[in-house]
Every structure is written in structure tokens, then in C-alpha cells.
């Protein structure tokens, strides 16, 4: 009877840690790092686009980086109210190293095509770590009222 009990322990004990390697791994998997096609977002500014009522999240359709993965201060094409628009993202859940902030949801504000932003006014705080680029993104970050 020992025999077999070992045997038991043994199996156990291997399957915990086969469960508990493939949750480290989904936890670093790089198709859940960050903002990625077909992700949900949530737009953050003043625009009409953003202040009516949708029936359905915008989403990500594609993602204006090499590896299709985006994080804070790059360019994404959103599906909203049936509309394909560029947006700059300014916030997200995944935590991107010791001085960038982690967000609640992933926020987005939109752009026209020409970089301006298509809203007047920001509504959530954005990470400080945009002003390193402050060529590419001043008129978004003048309509910006709080930086964390």
C-alpha cells in the first residue's frame, strides 16, 4: 500500500507543477501582453464618436506596430459605430515597467487622419512618459488636463 500511495503522491505533485508552469507561461505569453486585434477599448475623450451611447465596445482591428502588440503612445485603427478611425492609446491594463502607470481599462483617444485629435478635451489622466515624444503627440498633449 505504500508503494501505491507514493505513486499517487508522486503523480500529484507532478501535475501541480505542470499547472502551475502553464499559468506562468499564459501569464507572459506575448499574445496577452498588451493591446493586440480585437481588443475592447474604452475611447477617453470628448469627441462625438465617443460621447454617444454605442451598442457595441470599439474594437482594435489593427495595431500600427512591427509585432501587431501596441502599448502606451502607439497608433491603432478602431471599429466604432460602424466607422474605421485611428487612435493614439494612452492607457492600458498589462503594467509596462517601474515609472508607467497601470490602468483600469484600455483608453484610447481618437485622431483624425491627419494626428489631430478629434476631441476638445481628455478625460482621464495620461501617462507622463507621452511627453518623451511631445513632437509626435503635442496637440494631443495639449488638450490633456492631468498626467500621472
Not at 121 to 128: A, F, G, L, M, Y
Given at each position: 500500500?505504500?508503494?501505491?500511495?507514493?505513486?499517487?503522491?508522486?503523480?500529484?505533485?507532478?501535475?501541480?507543477?505542470?499547472?502551475?508552469?502553464?499559468?506562468?507561461?499564459?501569464?507572459?505569453?506575448?499574445?496577452s501582453?498588451?493591446?493586440?486585434?480585437?481588443?475592447?477599448?474604452?475611447?477617453?475623450?470628448?469627441?462625438?464618436?465617443?460621447?454617444?451611447?454605442?451598442?457595441?465596445?470599439?474594437?482594435?482591428?489593427?495595431?500600427?506596430?512591427?509585432n501587431?502588440?501596441?502599448?502606451?503612445?502607439?497608433?491603432?485603427?478602431?471599429?466604432?459605430?460602424?466607422?474605421?478611425?485611428?487612435?493614439?492609446?494612452?492607457?492600458?491594463?498589462?503594467?509596462?515597467?517601474?515609472?508607467?502607470?497601470?490602468?483600469?481599462?484600455?483608453?484610447?483617444?481618437?485622431?483624425?487622419?491627419?494626428?489631430?485629435?478629434?476631441?476638445?478635451?481628455?478625460?482621464?489622466?495620461i501617462?507622463?512618459s507621452?511627453?518623451?515624444?511631445?513632437?509626435?503627440?503635442?496637440?494631443?498633449?495639449?488638450?490633456?488636463?492631468?498626467?500621472?
Amino acid at each position: 500500500t505504500t508503494i501505491l500511495s507514493r505513486r499517487c503522491l508522486l503523480q500529484a505533485v507532478q501535475h501541480t507543477r505542470v499547472a502551475v508552469i502553464q499559468d506562468q507561461y499564459s501569464l507572459m505569453s506575448p499574445a496577452s501582453a498588451a493591446i493586440q486585434k480585437m481588443t475592447r477599448v474604452r475611447v477617453v475623450d470628448n469627441s462625438p464618436m465617443a460621447t454617444k451611447p454605442y451598442h457595441r465596445p470599439p474594437r482594435v482591428i489593427h495595431v500600427y506596430t512591427k509585432n501587431s502588440v501596441g502599448k502606451v503612445g502607439d497608433m491603432v485603427l478602431l471599429a466604432i459605430r460602424g466607422e474605421k478611425k485611428k487612435a493614439l492609446i494612452v492607457g492600458h491594463k498589462m503594467s509596462s515597467g517601474v515609472m508607467n502607470p497601470r490602468f483600469d481599462s484600455n483608453n484610447v483617444v481618437l485622431l483624425e487622419d491627419n494626428g489631430s485629435p478629434t476631441g476638445t478635451r481628455i478625460r482621464v489622466p495620461i501617462p507622463t512618459s507621452l511627453r518623451s515624444s511631445e513632437r509626435q503627440y503635442s496637440k494631443v498633449l495639449a488638450i490633456a488636463s492631468r498626467f500621472v
